[in-house]
């Protein structure tokens, strides 16, 4: 995790990315992560919204989120109010790049899920190749905003 932010961080000193934010899973099937204090997190209902956007952005593209993002074979629905609910895996951490107009009012952790989305990590392309966080930050290195 230490890397990745360090990895982020550079990304933004050196312009590769305007911005970045990090923001926690808040769900039953994510195993807890050590998050900065500052980090909001998400709850239930943006979290299923959110993968919910990750999914029609990879099938827009031919890509897929599984196994990253999927169901847990061994362990029975949730109860929420009455009803089932669907669990879901999810990573230990994944990168969503957004590409945002400038000039928002908004603020970081608003900024980092605004905009279109065009990219997710982890992913698994048309052709059956995975793509990693680090294959997804490789690739954020390699390219400047003015490209």
């Keep these: ?3 990745i932010m360090s990895r982020l961080e550079r990304l933004t000193d050196q312009d590769h990315i305007e911005s970045f934010a990090l923001v926690g899973w808040h769900c039953q099937a994510c ?3 050590k998050t900065p204090p ?3 997190i998400r709850p239930r209902n943006i979290v299923r919204a959110t993968i919910a956007e990750f999914t029609e952005w990879a ?3 031919d890509y897929s989120l ?3 993002f999927g169901q847990p074979t061994d362990q029975p629905p949730v ?3 009455g009803e089932e609910e669907e669990q879901i895996d999810l990573p230990i951490i994944c990168v969503a790049v957004y590409d945002r107009k400038p000039d ?3 603020t970081e952790a608003e900024a980092a899920s605004s905009g279109q989305l065009v990219a997710v990590y982890p992913c698994v392309d048309g052709e059956g190749n995975v793509k990693t966080v680090e294959n997804g930050l490789s690739a954020l290195e390699e390219q400047s905003l003015d490209q």
Aim: net charge negative.
């Design 59 to 61: 099938a827009q593209h």
């Design 38 to 40: 500052e980090a909001p």
């Design 104 to 106: 928002t009012a908004e």
């Design 79 to 81: 109860e929420a109010e």
């Design 31 to 33: 195993a807890p992560i």
């Design 66 to 68: 599984g196994p990253a």
């Design 1 to 3: 995790m230490d890397d």
